[in-house]
C-alpha cells in the first residue's frame, strides 16, 4: 500500500521543477510589469515618449475675458496651455492657434504652421489676447486638423481651450468632420474646460436707431435690450452721447454727456426691453454714443455698445401731380410733412408741390426725391429728363391712378426706362370683397419701420378697389408688397445711382368718392403713414445708408458729390491719443471703405485739411450672439463631432488619463500584478506542502 502512494506522489525532480516554472513566471511577470506595457485594441501602438504632432487651440472670443476668481478664462486657459507645451515628449511638433479671423500682429490673413521650436510656442502663448472678430471653435479646428494632416509624424493631438459656450460649437460641423477624421483614426482630440458651471452675467443687445440718418427735426429713438444670466438683480442702464470740446484737437476723445437712464430688474434667461426718451435738437453733423450697463460684472464687454447717426436737413422733395394739386396730393403731403410738424419745424421732408405740366420746366437737381401722383401721360423730353434725375442719384416715386388711362404714353419706350413693367390692365374687386396689402417679408429699407409690428397690422381693413395689374417685370425689379392676391402693390426697381419705388393703386383719392381707388389713407391711417414715409426714406437714401457695423464688417460710407478730398484720417476707437490712419477714398464712386473693423467702438473719419464740421463716423459692436455664455452639455457634444472620439477634461490628472489612454492603450500593470500576485500564492502554497511532505 505504501508503495502504491508514493508512486501516485510527483517525485522530487519534478516537484523542484514545477516550483522552479512558478518563480520563473513570477520574475517574468514582475519584469514585464515595471515595463508597464499596454495594449490597444485598434490603432498603432506606442510609448508615452513618442513624438506627436500636437496643435493646441485657444478660444479668443471677448467671452473669454469673463472673470472667475479674479482669473479670466484665456488666463486659465494660457495655464493650461503652458503645462501641457512642458507635457510633450521631446521632438514633438507643436503649433498654436486661436479663434481670430486675423494674424496676431497684424491685419493680413494668417498663416498657420509649426512652430519652430518651444520657445516660439510659449511666447505666442503669452500673446494671445481676446478679439472682437473671432470665428467659430469648429473652423479653428478645421484649421487646426489641416495643419495635423501635413505632420509626418504618426501620432496627432489637438487640444482645444474652451469655456463649452455653446455659440462657439455649431451643429452642422460633424458632417464635415467624419470624412476628414476617418483618414486619421489615431487622432487624439482632448478638450479642455475652462468655463464656470453657472456664470452670472448681464449684457446689452444691439442698439436698435429709429433710423441711422435723420432730419435735424427728427427726434432721434434709441432702445436696447438688456439679458441676464444667474441670480435675480437689478440694474441701471445708461444712454451717453459724445460731444466734441472746440478747444481740443479733432482726435482727442469725445465727451460723454447722459442723455437718459433706466433701471429695471431682471430674472435669469430673460432678456427686458428698454426704451429712452427721445432725444431732440441734434445739430446738422454726425452724432456717436453709446448705451451702458452701470457697474461691473463678470464680463465687461458686453456692458457698452456703440452707436452712430448722421443728421441732415429736412430732405427737399418734389411733390407732382395733376390740377388741381391741393386735392390730388393732400394725403401724400401730410404723411411726409404733417401741417404740426411743419409749423414746430420737426418735418423730416420739405415738400413742395406743382402740376405735372411744370415738370418740364422745373431744375430736379435740388430735390432729394420726385414724387408723381396719378401721374398723367408725359412727354418722352420729360421721362428722358426724369431718367437723367434718377441715374444721377436721385429717388422717383410712381403712384398710378385712374390718370395713367393712356396706357400707351406710360407703355412707351422712355417711360418703360423707369416702370417696373407696361400697364396691361385695371384689377377690380366687388364691393364686398375688397383687396388689401398683404407683406410677406419686411427685409426691404421700405418696411424697416413695420418689421416690430408685423403681427399687429390689419392689413384686411385697409380697402383697396382697384389697382394696374403690369405685364412681366423689367430685370431687377423687386416686389416689395404684394397685394392679397399676389400681384405687386409696390415695387422697387434700381437704376443708375437712384431708385424708383412704383404703388400700382394711388393715395390720392377722397375716401366719400364711389369711385375711390383705395382708402388706404383713412380706414387704418397709422401703417400707411409708416409706410409712406419708409418709402420717402428710401428714395432719399437714408434707409439704406449703414453707418453701425458688427465687428469684421467692412464699413463704407457715402461721400458727399460736392466733396473732392484726397484723403481721410481715421481715428480708430482703440487708437492713442491723437494717433490716425490715412485712407484714400474712391473718388470715382463716392466712398471710403474701412476693412480694419476689429474693435468695437465708435471710429471717426475726417477729410485730411478739411473743416470740422466735415468729419463722419460709424460705429462697430460685438455681435450679442457672441458674448452669450449658455454653455454646451457633454451629451449635446456628440451632435458637434458626430463619430469621431473626442475626451473632457477639467484637471490635469484627467486629461493625463485620457491621454494615457489614446496614445499606449490600456496598461496591463494593474493584470500583470494580480497575475504575479496569483503566482506567488501558489508558489507559495506548493512549497510549503513539497517541503513538509
Not at 521631446?90 to 520657445?119: K, M, T
Request: aromatic content about 8%; proline content about 8%.
Amino acid at each position: 500500500g505504501g508503495r502504491q502512494k508514493t508512486e501516485r506522489q510527483p517525485s522530487g525532480r519534478l516537484r523542484h521543477l514545477l516550483l522552479l516554472l512558478l518563480r520563473a513566471l513570477a520574475i517574468v511577470l514582475l519584469a514585464t510589469a515595471l515595463a508597464r506595457p499596454s495594449v490597444k485594441f485598434s490603432g498603432a501602438l506606442g510609448s508615452q515618449q513618442a513624438p506627436v504632432a500636437a496643435a493646441l487651440v485657444f478660444d479668443t472670443s471677448k467671452r473669454m475675458d469673463y472673470q472667475h476668481e479674479n482669473r479670466t478664462r484665456l488666463e486659465v486657459a494660457r495655464e493650461w496651455g503652458l503645462w501641457l507645451l512642458a507635457q510633450l515628449p521631446p521632438d514633438s511638433q507643436v503649433a498654436v492657434l486661436d479663434s481670430s479671423r486675423i494674424a496676431l500682429l497684424d491685419s493680413r490673413p494668417r498663416s498657420v504652421d509649426f512652430h519652430d521650436d518651444r520657445g516660439a510656442a510659449k511666447d505666442r502663448m503669452e500673446r494671445l489676447s481676446t478679439t472682437a472678430n473671432s470665428q467659430s471653435l469648429s473652423a479653428t479646428l478645421d484649421e487646426a486638423v489641416d495643419l495635423l494632416e501635413k505632420s509626418k509624424l504618426v501620432r496627432r493631438e489637438v487640444y482645444v481651450f474652451t469655456d463649452m459656450a455653446r455659440v462657439s460649437w455649431p451643429g452642422e460641423a460633424a458632417v464635415r468632420w467624419r470624412d476628414r477624421f476617418a483618414r486619421m483614426p489615431d487622432l487624439g482630440v482632448y478638450l479642455i474646460d475652462v468655463g464656470v458651471d453657472d456664470p452670472t452675467n448681464s449684457g446689452l443687445g444691439a442698439p436698435r436707431l429709429s433710423t441711422q440718418v435723420l432730419s435735424n427735426h427728427s427726434p432721434l429713438r434709441i432702445e436696447t435690450e438688456v439679458y441676464h444670466q444667474g441670480a435675480p438683480t437689478e440694474r441701471t442702464v445708461e444712454l451717453y452721447l459724445l460731444e466734441a470740446d472746440p478747444e481740443q484737437p479733432q482726435a482727442q476723445p469725445r465727451t460723454a454727456q447722459k442723455r437718459g437712464e433706466q433701471t429695471v430688474a431682471l430674472e435669469s434667461a430673460q432678456g427686458q426691453r428698454i426704451d429712452f426718451p427721445p432725444i431732440r435738437g441734434l445739430e446738422v453733423g454726425t452724432h456717436q454714443g453709446y448705451v451702458e450697463i452701470a457697474g461691473q460684472d463678470g464680463l465687461a464687454c458686453d456692458d457698452r455698445r456703440f452707436f452712430t447717426v448722421e443728421v441732415k436737413p429736412a430732405w427737399p422733395v418734389l411733390v407732382a401731380s395733376p390740377r388741381p394739386t391741393e386735392q390730388f396730393t393732400l394725403f401724400l403731403t401730410q404723411m411726409l410733412a404733417p401741417a404740426s410738424f411743419v409749423r414746430s419745424g420737426e418735418a423730416r421732408f420739405d415738400c413742395q408741390v406743382i402740376a405735372l405740366d411744370e415738370l418740364g420746366k422745373r431744375d430736379l437737381s435740388p430735390y432729394a426725391a420726385v414724387l408723381l401722383v396719378d401721374p398723367m401721360p408725359l412727354g418722352p423730353p420729360v421721362w428722358q429728363k426724369l431718367g437723367r434725375y434718377v441715374s444721377d442719384g436721385g429717388g422717383l416715386a410712381l403712384l398710378l391712378g385712374r390718370k395713367a388711362g393712356a396706357v400707351g404714353s406710360l407703355n412707351g419706350a422712355d417711360a418703360q426706362q423707369l416702370l417696373p413693367g407696361k400697364l396691361l390692365r385695371q384689377a377690380r374687386a366687388p364691393d364686398d370683397d375688397p383687396f388689401y396689402l398683404a407683406p410677406q417679408q419686411f427685409q426691404h429699407p421700405i418696411l424697416a419701420e413695420l418689421r416690430g409690428h408685423a403681427d399687429s397690422i390689419p392689413w384686411q381693413e385697409m380697402s383697396v378697389f382697384r389697382y394696374w395689374q403690369l405685364d412681366k417685370l423689367a430685370t431687377g425689379v423687386a416686389v416689395v408688397v404684394p397685394f392679397n392676391d399676389g400681384l405687386p402693390a409696390i415695387l422697387a426697381r434700381p437704376k443708375g445711382k437712384g431708385r424708383v419705388v412704383t404703388m400700382t393703386t394711388p393715395l390720392s383719392d377722397e375716401p366719400n368718392d364711389p369711385n375711390a381707388w383705395n382708402r388706404l389713407p383713412t380706414d387704418v391711417g397709422w401703417p400707411i403713414l409708416i409706410l409712406v414715409n419708409g418709402m420717402g426714406s428710401y428714395l432719399v437714401g437714408s434707409a439704406d445708408e449703414q453707418l453701425n457695423y458688427f465687428a469684421g464688417q467692412t464699413a463704407v460710407l457715402r461721400l458727399d458729390p460736392e466733396q473732392n478730398y484726397a484723403s481721410y484720417a481715421l481715428v480708430a476707437p482703440d487708437a492713442p491719443d491723437g494717433a490716425e490712419f490715412r485712407l484714400t477714398p474712391d473718388l470715382q464712386e463716392r466712398l471710403l471703405v474701412v476693412a480694419s473693423t476689429d474693435e468695437a467702438g465708435n471710429y471717426r473719419v475726417r477729410p485730411s485739411g478739411g473743416p470740422p464740421g466735415a468729419e463722419r463716423g460709424f460705429s462697430v459692436n460685438l455681435s450679442p450672439e457672441q458674448t452669450r455664455l449658455d454653455r454646451l452639455a457633454e451629451e449635446d457634444l456628440g451632435d458637434v463631432f458626430g463619430p469621431v472620439p473626442y475626451r473632457v477634461a477639467r484637471q490635469r490628472s484627467q486629461l493625463e488619463s485620457v491621454r494615457s489612454m489614446q496614445r499606449v492603450g490600456r496598461e496591463l500593470f494593474p493584470a500583470l500584478i494580480l497575475l504575479l500576485a496569483v503566482a506567488l500564492g501558489i508558489e507559495h502554497v506548493l512549497a510549503n506542502r513539497f517541503y513538509r511532505e
